[in-house]
């Protein structure tokens, strides 16, 4: 486990043809994959497979080409205008089998690039904010490639590792990236208002980032007794927490915990969870395991989507066939939480677009590819209210969704479904 002055030196045993994990979102050892860039003349045919990451991400610029090529688990924006899908490329799995797939060799990885919080008194790490899949990862990879960050916060649950399992690192201290909310629209109030209708005192959450999570979140104040086990949260969970309102006490899995496999967020975020221990980092697999995730009471997962069809449909990972994000957990938890005692699973969306264009459509946009299915959603719900598809024949569900469509789309949205079936 040799400790290296210099992040130049600490990537130096990545060798031509090797399969490179690089740790995801906050947790992107940015330093080490910029010396990895660097290095290019070196190298040639090294694939690099990742969920989202921070920073530029010059691996994917064309003039990499014979060192570099991508395999993203998940397109982040870093990565959208360079998918190409040949150099650049997108692999669909759901987020809960990435760790199955990188443990049973179908998706063999040589080397894990990793950042880490500094060892305690026990020589032990841990991942911080990203578990995650990385927890697979340093299991299976050949070499474990680390920075030691000082302001990286140390998480209990499954990515403690040991520094004698780290195979090269080196030390330094940088400061994570930070999401900062955004100020929530009264379009975003409406939608998190509806949603928020949908949860009942001593629901376990799923939630993710952004507006509409946030404006959810934001309309619970009033409830007791909540509970989190999410595949990530970001700091719009942090005030139902520091009030009490989130308490984690009628969770039947982890009671007492704040359960997730990553977050994203600001400062404030990072120093909370930062050896604290009612708050839990776990292997993804588990996290988003349909079967773990059925054993909470009243389970509300709240997701997005880009659009839905009269029928159900949800895309949530492309605009028509243009891949933006990835397939990600939103399954795993729609068919957990259908599965809860009380369960509530939710689809979460604005009407239209920023650009005006309606998001509730008599059909997907061609190419576009379906998350989730139409027979797993139940609620959707938009600023002008609640569709509850479950139990529903298509014609049903063709006039509920139309009823929360914007106002303007509605008349074309009932005569589509008339003319598609005359």
């Not at 979102?25 to 969920?51: F, M, N």
């Not at 000082?150 to 520094?163: E, F, I, N, S, T």
């Not at 050896?275 to 997701?303: F, G, H, T």
């Not at 479950?390 to 914007?406: F, P």
Request: hydrophobic letters at 45%; aromatic letters at 4%.
């Amino acid at each position: 486990m040799p400790k290296h002055a210099s992040a130049h030196d600490a990537v130096a045993a990545v060798q031509s043809g090797h399969r490179v994990f690089i740790h995801g979102g906050v947790a992107t050892p940015v330093a080490l994959v910029d010396a990895l860039v660097a290095q290019a003349d070196r190298l040639r045919d090294v694939e690099l497979i990742h969920l989202h990451t921070s920073g530029p991400a010059a691996y994917a610029d064309a003039r990499y080409a014979p060192s570099f090529k991508v395999a993203n688990l998940f397109v982040g924006p870093n990565l959208r205008a360079r998918l190409d899908h040949e150099r650049v490329d997108y692999l669909p799995c759901f987020l809960s089998e990435i760790p199955a797939l990188f443990r049973s060799g179908r998706r063999r990885l040589d080397v894990a690039l990793v950042q880490v919080s500094p060892p305690d008194r026990h020589g032990l790490c841990t991942l911080g904010t990203s578990v995650d899949v990385a927890h697979a990862a340093i299991e299976v990879a050949d070499l474990v490639i680390a920075q030691v960050n000082p302001r990286m916060p140390r998480v209990h649950g499954d990515g403690v590792l040991a520094l004698t399992e780290i195979d090269h690192w080196y030390e330094e201290a940088s400061e994570l990236p930070e999401v900062a909310p955004e100020p929530l629209s009264d379009l975003e109030r409406a939608v998190g208002r509806h949603v928020a209708s949908l949860v009942e005192d001593g629901a376990t959450l799923q939630m993710g980032i952004g507006a509409i999570p946030n404006a959810a979140l934001a309309e619970l104040g009033n409830h007791r007794h909540l509970g989190v086990h999410t595949e990530m949260w970001s700091d719009g969970l942090l005030p139902l927490l520091k009030s009490g309102v989130v308490d984690n006490s009628v969770k039947r899995i982890h009671p007492g915990r704040t359960i997730s496999g990553f977050v994203m967020g600001t400062r404030a975020l990072y120093d909370f969870i930062d050896d604290n221990p009612a708050v839990m980092q776990l292997d993804i697999a588990y996290v988003n395991a349909a079967e773990v995730i059925r054993r909470n009471p009243k389970v509300v997962a709240i997701n997005s989507a880009v659009e839905v069809d009269l029928t159900g449909q949800v895309c949530a990972d492309s605009i028509g066939a243009k891949i933006i994000s990835g397939v990600g957990g939103q399954m795993d938890f729609i068919r957990g939480a259908s599965l809860s005692p009380g369960g509530r699973p939710i689809i979460a969306l604005p009407s239209r677009t920023s650009k005006g264009q309606a998001r509730i459509v008599p059909l997907l946009r061609h190419g576009a590819g379906v998350v989730t299915t139409r027979a797993h959603v139940h609620f959707v719900v938009t600023e002008h209210g609640v569709a509850d598809l479950y139990g529903k024949t298509l014609s049903e569900r063709a006039a509920a969704l139309t009823a929360i469509a914007h106002p303007e789309d509605r008349e074309a949205l009932a005569r589509a479904w008339r003319d598609a079936r005359a």
